[in-house]
């Protein structure tokens, strides 16, 4: 029986645009402004190097083409790839393929910046090229007999396949079609005309590295590596844009399935949603990184010279910047506040019911108490990988429920990075406190609210911003008061 049955590929839907992420724009727009200085520093350099090891890593994992233990994945990433790092449990094949197989994978993503540099077009025989790079040393595949037995036949790099390849389903038998060979040639002839349409058209990153990899996927032109390939075809698309390698790792491999179904089933929203949500994430962290003095670079006079020409034009951009983003930040600030007040008001005579001590209330920061859940904010910004610099910019909203403890439903505001760059970040936590017979009082917390903060950059229009903290600011209150509800 068939599950997906194979048709020839499709443009893009006419309302792509509406697919589009304004979150991520903003944050793309801010580190381009910052790119050509942080690239400088070493941190940002050894975040790189790190980035792309990870993603030679867990390119292969999600596909079953190897297995690495966590900790040994985290020692690859720190210390390079190397074969005597891997104990012989840490993996279900020889240390020395493995790594051969990584540095073809990791080789075949550091081509692409030269290829970007180069201002090459995307071909079909640039990404021949591709395959037979990123399968240098992988001799074999399963694949399925004239008897439909399961064995392991030669794998031809760099060329289409001349044979099915659709997947049977164990357990139901269920068969994904894809493209039948004999039109692959013409169907990835078509993927890449389309793609250049697409360029021209200045469809965004998001958007473009999902569907180029979908439509690659729903051909499946080589007998293997198709999931690796689509993956570095997306990751083209963002590193054209100045973006980063598309990083899908294990964590994220139930969900990544799920978008490549719904994706086969006509709705691209959710993979162009998950492509955007983890190329956010690596400008949050990147963003994140401290920048370090650079010495012995130039001599001391030049070194003086350039430092106060970019304090002046620093100084000049970060407070245009500042205003804009940070009246958009009180803006969503109050937004918090009329909801948990809101809360508030319905939760207050529910309290008073069971017991009269029992209340609530909601307040915000002033001058007196800006500096409380300094800690907690910092803890829960560490959980989202990112720094919170509450220096720059602090701003909370909290809802206190009084019962047998102390109950706190903190929003809270900051400026997002070691130095300023445009952007704030939003995070929401719980946290409860309850006073002791002898007076000490204990804390439980801080819990997170939500799967990842919510940030924006000055250069994202604020219309888009509040309409997308309402959204947000809902899941988090929901949150809040069924993590409340499930501790009582």
């Known amino acids: 029986m068939t599950e997906y049955a194979w048709s020839p590929i499709e443009d893009l839907p006419v309302d792509w645009s509406k697919l589009a992420s304004s979150e991520l724009e903003g944050l793309s727009v801010v580190w381009q402004e910052q790119q050509a200085r942080m690239e400088q520093l070493e941190g940002v350099q050894q975040f790189n190097v790190r980035l792309r090891r990870e993603w030679s890593i867990e390119t ?6 190897y297995s690495i233990d966590r900790g040994t994945t985290a020692l690859l990433i720190d210390k390079g790839l190397e074969a005597s790092l891997i104990n012989h449990d840490a993996t279900d094949m020889p240390a ?55 064995c392991e ?69 080589f007998q293997d590596g198709n999931g690796r390939m689509a993956r570095i075809l997306a990751s083209l698309v963002f590193l054209r844009a100045r973006g980063f390698p598309l990083l899908i790792n294990r964590d994220l491999r139930d969900r990544y399935i ?22 956010k994430k690596t400008f949050i962290k990147v963003l994140s990184i401290s920048e370090t003095v650079l010495h012995d670079r130039e001599p001391l006079q030049q070194m003086l010279a350039a430092v106060k020409d970019r304090l002046m034009t620093k100084k000049v951009k970060d407070e245009k910047q500042k205003q804009v983003v940070f ?67 602090s701003a909370w909203v909290r809802l ?17 990075g070691y130095e300023f760059s445009g952007v704030v970040a939003a995070l929401a936590y719980v946290e409860y406190r309850q006073h002791n017979e002898d007076g000490d009082v204990s804390a439980e917390g801080p819990y997170p609210l939500a799967e990842q903060a919510f940030q924006f950059a000055y250069s994202e229009p604020t219309d888009k911003v509040t309409e997308r903290f309402g959204g947000w600011i809902d899941q988090v209150i929901l949150a809040g008061l069924d993590q409340w509800r499930r501790s009582l």
């Open 258 to 279: 799920t978008v490549c179904e719904q994706a086969d089933a006509g709705d691209l929203a959710p993979m162009v949603n998950l492509f955007a949500e983890v190329q």
């Open 153 to 221: 036949i030669e794998l031809i790099r760099g060329e289409y396949k001349k044979l099915a390849n659709n997947p049977t389903r164990i357990g139901d038998n269920l068969v994904h079609e894809y493209c039948p060979a004999v039109h692959v040639a013409s169907e990835m002839d078509r993927l890449v005309e389309l793609h250049h349409l697409h360029m021209q058209e200045q469809v965004p990153p998001e958007v473009e590295a999902a569907w180029l990899h979908h439509r690659f996927t729903q051909i499946h032109p």
């Open 60 to 65: 292969g994992i999600i596909e079953n083409l």
């Open 400 to 416: 206190k429920i009084q019962e047998t403890r102390q109950v706190d439903l903190v929003v809270a505001f900051h400026s997002l």
């Open 96 to 150: 020395d393929l493995v790594v051969a197989i990584l540095r073809d994978q990791e080789d075949a993503l550091e081509g692409l910046f030269d290829f970007i540099c180069q201002r090459r077009e995307l071909s079909t025989a640039y990404i021949k090229e591709l395959h037979a790079a990123m399968t240098r040393h992988q001799s074999s595949v399963i694949g399925m007999d004239g008897l439909g037995r399961l």
């Open 327 to 393: 009246e958009t930040a009180g803006a969503l600030v109050k937004i918090a506040n009329r909801k948990l007040r809101e809360v508030a008001e319905q939760l207050l005579p529910s309290l008073k019911a069971i017991n009269s001590d029992y209340g609530d209330f909601v307040d915000v920061n002033d001058e007196h108490n800006a500096f409380w859940f300094k800690g907690q904010i910092i803890d829960v910004a560490k959980k989202y990988q990112y720094y919170a610099d509450t220096r720059m910019y």
